[in-house]
């Protein structure tokens, strides 16, 4: 597992990384299951769909699913920058082409994290990170409005859930497949 930061914004991003097939199998293993799936996945619930924030309180891909190298893994790198806080909301994105997500943040939580499976490619866009100094839109002193990090393989990046950020669109026929979790 290789740990490093990124000074951001000054805002703290932990990236971490594994070799795990195991993790690969386990995700792999997990079906198109309405119970778990965000508002980007086909077959989603529509409360989820349609809802308000309320509808992700039910997300629970870690409650629901026996998958305990990749939650390990999660904890393991939860626990390294913050071990007071635990996972309250789990669930999988499987983004079919041309899906992406608005600029958002998580309400209500601490820290959120966002898991990149084996098959992500470039091309399946990655996530943005919104500068929270408001002197970055006017371009001033050297400041960037944002920091795309690349959807990259075996890859979990862990964020304040303050932070805005917004992915980019999905530009291949194969779905962009993600677990996202939020801890409090």
């Known amino acids: 597992m ?26 792999n293993g997990i079906p198109d299951d ?24 039910d997300l629970q891909l870690f409650q629901k699913y026996n998958l305990p190298r990749l939650r390990a893994f999660c904890e393991k790198s939860l626990a390294s920058i913050d071990p007071i806080v635990t996972i309250a909301q789990s669930w ?12 958002h943040t998580h309400a ?31 371009c001033l002193w050297g400041t ?3 920091r795309h990090f690349p959807a990259t393989p075996r890859t979990l990046v862990l964020f304040p859930s303050w932070l805005e950020h917004k992915t980019e669109k999905n530009l291949i026929d194969t779905p962009r497949v993600s677990i996202a979790f939020n801890a409090k």
């Open 2 to 27: 290789i740990d490093f930061m990124v000074e951001l914004f000054p805002t703290h991003l932990h990236v971490f990384v594994h070799d795990d097939p195991l993790i690969d199998e386990e995700i």
């Open 34 to 57: 309405p119970d778990i799936l965000s508002h980007l996945s086909v077959g989603a619930k529509e409360e989820i769909l349609y809802g308000s924030h309320t509808g992700m309180n």
């Open 144 to 146: 960037e409005e944002g």
């Open 92 to 103: 999988m994105n499987r983004g079919p082409k041309d899906s992406f997500q608005i600029a």
């Open 108 to 138: 209500g939580f601490s820290v959120s994290g966002v898991y990149y499976h084996q098959d992500c490619v470039p091309d399946m866009g990655g996530i943005v990170f919104i500068n929270p100094n408001p002197h970055s839109k006017m």
